[in-house]
């Protein structure tokens, strides 16, 4: 009998690779039922699956996951995911009159939900360009929808998400892009449930082994160029841009990186409880 294992991640490009694995039975063949669920509201619903026991493992934003672990979140960082920064590109709506970022202190920021990358972000952004700590506030809006239609009745001001996700409504003249804010750190780990982990660590290694596996080659497969466009609605060329831009991990994330984050968190009084890297981490035996 075949282990149910519930994981929960983006409807985005980066998570292509799961479902080629899924698509060719690469878990099943390992006795792994894996149950795929895309969660468009991101990062904090993720939250409250894993909280749940609804989810088992997540493909998570990395500063989403440190905070709802030092909020009680009993999760591990499994492994990175991507190794490369995420680049949120920062939008109005196309119509709006804000043409630089330098407009937008004390203006409201949308945001998926409180503990969402696109929340914690916009504060790492503004300190980035040194806005005064009171310069920030938030609508929820729960879906990247949600932000189409709070920036176009103002709402909100402004929203933060990843700019090649956002880039068809940038080119269809829905949202307009003003600048971009990279995390400082790998933007992508897989986190399991700290109970799931302890219960079951061989066959999390067996499904770690099967998706590294599938990122390890993903930018060799031929035409994935395509694949990816047809998949997603996105540009052949914006495609490739991000293509260039992306790097899978199959190892452990960098305890200085987890440092850096929990550190960033920490100065920005995101962290209820302030955390030690080695913590957050799935030690394998």
Known sequence: MDQKVQIVGVPEHFNLPWHLAMDDNAFQD???????????????????LLKTG???????????????????????IAQEYIASPLLWGIHVDFHSPYTSVAEL????????????GSHLMAFVNAK??????????????????????????????????????TQPLVDQKVFRR?????????????????EFASAHSGLLSDLLEVINSYTVEFRQIPSIDRTLSNY?????????????????SQDQIDI?????????????????NLLTPDALLFQTH
């Open 30 to 48: 390992r006795g792994i039922d894996l149950e795929w669920t895309d969660v468009p509201e991101g990062t904090g619903r993720m939250v409250e």
């Open 105 to 116: 202190p004390f203006k409201k920021a949308a945001i998926s939900r409180y503990g969402s």
């Open 256 to 272: 200085q990186d987890i440092d850096n984050v929990i550190k960033t968190l920490d100065n920005l009084n995101l962290l209820s």
């Open 178 to 194: 003003i600048g971009v804010c990279p995390t400082p750190w790998p933007c992508f780990v897989i986190a399991v449930r700290t």
């Open 232 to 248: 997603y609605g996105l540009k052949l060329s914006d495609v490739q841009e991000w293509l260039s831009l992306t790097q899978w």
């Open 54 to 76: 609804k989810a088992d493992l997540a493909v998570i934003l990395t500063e989403g996951l440190v905070r709802a672990i030092s909020d009680g979140l009993p999760a591990v």
């Open 128 to 165: 980035n360009l040194r806005w005064p700590e009171n310069a920030l506030d938030f609508e929820v809006v729960n879906t990247l929808d949600g932000a189409v239609e709070a920036l176009r009745a103002s709402r909100a001001d402004y929203f933060m998400w990843e700019k090649f996700t």
